[in-house]
């Protein structure tokens, strides 16, 4: 079965700092994605980054980048320099290929940024 | 380009009443997808639909849940009638292709926020 683990519920940030957020998953597909979604507040969940299975490189959208190791089954999100606003839930996903189609939701971990 | 958009925003009912929800995807997104996220936990797939028709609904508790998608377009989930386990933020996503993609990127609306008393 799919599942993704995200070992940290909570974490601390001075800002202006960098952060990584852990993210392991485990499946047998060869073929997947996986995605960093932010969820406020608010309650939206906002798409941050996606990495392909497939990817060479490391993925990267702005102060974002996904470390992927496939070896280890990991993709953690780092954040640089970290602002207040990036305090929030942050959620790593994943689509598999095949016939279960859904993204799997990790539980998440809970970002809070320092002033 | 407008987002994904869902209403209400909350909603608090009395157990065994029925509630409804609304979800208009992006502009122009083949398939649509409702979660079900309680509170601590990630988002629950409950229902997938591409164009007006369902490809999974695996996880829907079909005795109390329905939804539709007519045209192709906007959708509602209903809950009849509603428990107290039902409690819980509902979110409506949308995406571009199929969903049958390990790139098809999900874009989600700001949810709904059931409180069932």
């Known amino acids: 079965a799919q599942k993704i683990t995200q070992t940290q519920p909570g974490m601390f940030v001075q800002e202006k700092e960098a952060v990584t957020l852990d993210c392991t998953y485990d499946t047998s597909d060869q073929s997947y994605g996986l995605f960093w979604y932010k969820q406020p507040s608010s309650g939206e969940m906002i798409f941050l980054i996606y990495?392909?299975?497939?990817?060479?490189q490391n993925a990267t959208e702005g102060r974002y980048s996904l470390n992927f190791q496939k070896a280890r089954k990991s993709a953690n999100l780092v954040i640089s320099a970290s602002q207040l606003g990036d305090s929030a839930m942050y959620f790593c996903?994943?689509?598999?290929?095949?016939?279960?189609?859904?993204?799997?939701f990790g539980s998440g971990t809970q970002l809070t940024v320092l002033p | 380009e407008a987002g994904v958009a869902q209403s209400p925003r909350y909603k608090i009912i009395e157990k065994r009443q029925s509630v409804a929800f609304w979800c208009n995807p992006i502009?122009?997104?083949?398939?649509l997808y409702w979660y079900q996220q309680i509170l601590g936990q990630g988002p629950k797939l409950l229902i997938q639909?591409?164009?007006?028709?369902?490809?999974?609904d695996s996880q829907l508790p079909k005795d109390r849940f329905s939804a539709e998608r007519l045209k192709g377009v906007d959708s509602t989930l209903k809950i009849q009638p509603a428990k107290l386990e039902d409690s819980a933020v509902y979110l409506c996503?949308?995406?571009?292709?199929?969903?049958?993609?390990?790139?098809?990127?999900?874009?989600f609306g700001p949810g709904t926020r059931l409180t069932v008393l």
């Open positions: 639909f591409q164009n007006n028709g369902v490809v999974d």
């Open positions: 502009s122009g997104h083949a398939t």
């Open positions: 996503a949308s995406s571009l292709r199929s969903g049958d993609r390990v790139t098809d990127t999900q874009y």
């Open positions: 996903a994943m689509r598999h290929s095949g016939s279960a189609r859904q993204l799997t």
């Open positions: 990495q392909g299975s497939y990817d060479e």
